[in-house]
């Protein structure tokens, strides 16, 4: 039967037996593939360079060299070429052991014409599809830094600009401003911060998600990076009638990682402590560290989180329904912690209590410098 579904292609066959490479050409030039034969193994090698077959049989045992290390050779220099290996009876574990090494199916002697149209079918749909989803992964990439470059210039760029033009109006011109006017600046200037907030959390995910975000790992001191938090949040925390207390341990181990990622996640966490906990409550923050890990925690006497919906809070745009829902917020903090925690080996855990309050432990490897 004469199989005209699969789009011709170039076929290499590597096999020292002349019978065998007569009936594939045979079987494949009717269904019309190009077909190129070969008994010995280095010739076989130098056809594939420069043929660029897109498919090639390779006998797994030839007298001249291993069927087993063009199989290697060629799935390493050639990433696009599918790979069938040609075997004799009853080694499937040679067969297995080539798939490991880059071979796509396996063809076992002896087979019919029909057999070695079918497995020459499938590679060829493998090698489509594959190809396909290699040109949507690029397309995927490179939309994705399309994306933080429109976001970066159209978006964020006015939104700081119109800022600027508001800072600017209130010194030249806040004689002029009667009370009401004074609120509705202030409000909109309410409503930039949480617009410029979700920029810039957009940012962050897009250039973790497309692996270009600054992730330069040293050894450093979670301590310094957590009294530098303390110390941006403190004025919001006297803002909102907050005390945040800081207990950590003298000399803590040093951990592996990113100063300006980590200072965003303690800045996140604390930052979801102070909205998330009335006025009058408390936020506190505690180092520990074992043989293995250093923990940090973040405790506040908040309003809590359900426990089924736990689960949820890293997942993005994800904000528990409530009365806290008044705070502003995208819901793209806690996706860019955990994303962040993972980059660092890390793990979260969260512990919470409706109308008690909230606790999250970070948890990270500690160094140890020989
Ligand atoms: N300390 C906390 N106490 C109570 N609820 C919390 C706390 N931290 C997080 N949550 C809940 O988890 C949700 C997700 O938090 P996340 O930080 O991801 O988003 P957000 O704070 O709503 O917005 P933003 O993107 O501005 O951070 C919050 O909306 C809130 O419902
Ligand atoms: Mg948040």
Redesign the pocket.
Known sequence: MEDRDSVPARILIIDDEASILDGCRQSLEKSGHTVITTSEGPEGIRLAREKRPELAFVDLKMPSCSGMDIIELLSRDLPDIVLIVITGYASIVSAVEAMKKGAYDYLPKPFTPDQIRAVTKRGLEHRSLKIEADRLREEKERMEKNFITFVSHEMRSPLVTIQQYIETLKVIASDCFTDESKEIIDRCEKRLQ?LH??VE?WLDLARIENGTFSEAKVPLSLSSIIERSIEELTPLCLKRELTLEAHLKNSLPKIMGDQESLLRVFT??I???T???PAGGKICVDTEYDDFYIYAS?T?T????PQD?IPF??EPF???K?K??R???????????KKIMDAHDGKIEVC?QVGV??T?TLKFPRLYEL
């Open positions: 949480n907030e979700l959390h996140n966490i930052g979801n402590a909205k998330y906990t973040i506040d908040g309003t809590g989180i919906k809070i890293f994800f904000r528990v409530g806290d829902e705070q502003k917020g995208s819901g793209l903090g806690l996706t860019f912690v919470s309050g909230t999250f």
